[in-house]
């Protein structure tokens, strides 16, 4: 439940989620359901988006599933929206990341990133602009410190996730006289997502809590009251930016990192 946004502010909104199947991506389908928004999740893996709508829908929310890949994302937001009737809110949140030195990358591992990360991102988005530029409507997309920080083993998720970033101020530029605002989200460090399992393995997890200037991980929670925030009516004059909800860690350069990965 929402420590801070009242159920009900979302009420009669239309969402999309992308990499609505898990993670930070199902955390913030269900509290856009919560907040009253009927939501349709968008993802790969069929049973994972089955299982986050039927606990939207347990809670006595919304939401549709529609099992895609990104090449695939036109039609399923076209089927969403049009289910829907129609689109006011569009989350990127579909991303795909491994640990890989820039020597060793292959180029399919490096455009596997892009494809997924970048080329989902704008896919999406482009999707979305007709039945957004309807009535105006928030996209929110989900991107990450290495779009700001150099990483080691991390050229190909730094590569897309800047790429985002501004992908995220053009598309604010150009569709803000239609109402539609673009911003993104830069999380640092989030517990119990696939992304800290992946990118931070035990033993690794702790030494990079510890040297967060909060002295600790964020959590998935806190990174939906973000969007909550940003798909409100409290953020009506913000557009073209990126939120780091990191707890400091940019503040630090890629020092972190650096330790973590023995210098590299």
Not at 43 to 69: F, Q
Not at 244 to 253: K, P
Request: hydrophobic share 45%; proline share 6%; with cysteine.
């Amino acid at each position: 439940m929402s420590t801070v946004f009242l159920p009900g502010l979302l009420s009669g909104k239309r969402a999309l989620v992308t990499g609505g199947g898990s993670g930070i991506g199902a955390g913030i389908a269900k509290r856009l359901a919560e907040q009253g928004a009927k939501v349709a999740l968008v993802g790969r893996t069929k049973e994972k988006l089955d299982a986050v709508a039927a606990e939207i829908g347990k809670a006595g929310g919304v939401a549709s599933v529609h099992p895609c890949d990104v090449r695939d994302y036109p039609a399923q937001v076209n089927g969403a929206a049009t289910g829907m009737g129609g689109l006011d809110i569009l989350v990127n949140s579909a991303a795909g990341n491994f640990l890989a030195p820039a020597a060793g990358l292959s180029a399919n591992g490096f455009r596997a990133v892009i494809d997924i990360d970048l080329c989902g991102t704008f896919n999406a988005s482009r999707a979305a602009f007709p039945y957004l530029q309807k009535q105006g409507g928030t996209i929110v997309s989900i991107t990450a410190t290495q779009a700001f920080v150099p990483t080691p083993l991390q050229c190909h998720a730094g590569a897309a996730k800047a790429g985002i970033e501004k992908l995220t101020r053009d598309l604010a530029l150009e569709w803000a006289r239609f109402g539609i605002r673009v911003v993104a989200i830069a999380p640092g460090p989030i517990a119990d997502t696939e992304g800290m399992k992946r990118l931070a393995p035990p033993g690794v997890e702790d030494v990079l809590k510890n040297r967060v200037p909060l002295r600790r991980a964020g959590t998935i929670e806190e990174i939906c009251e973000a969007v909550t925030f940003l798909v409100s009516p409290a953020a009506a004059y913000v557009t073209g930016t990126t939120l780091l909800v990191d707890g400091g860690t940019t503040l630090l350069g890629p020092g972190p990192f650096l330790e973590m990965m023995g210098g590299v």
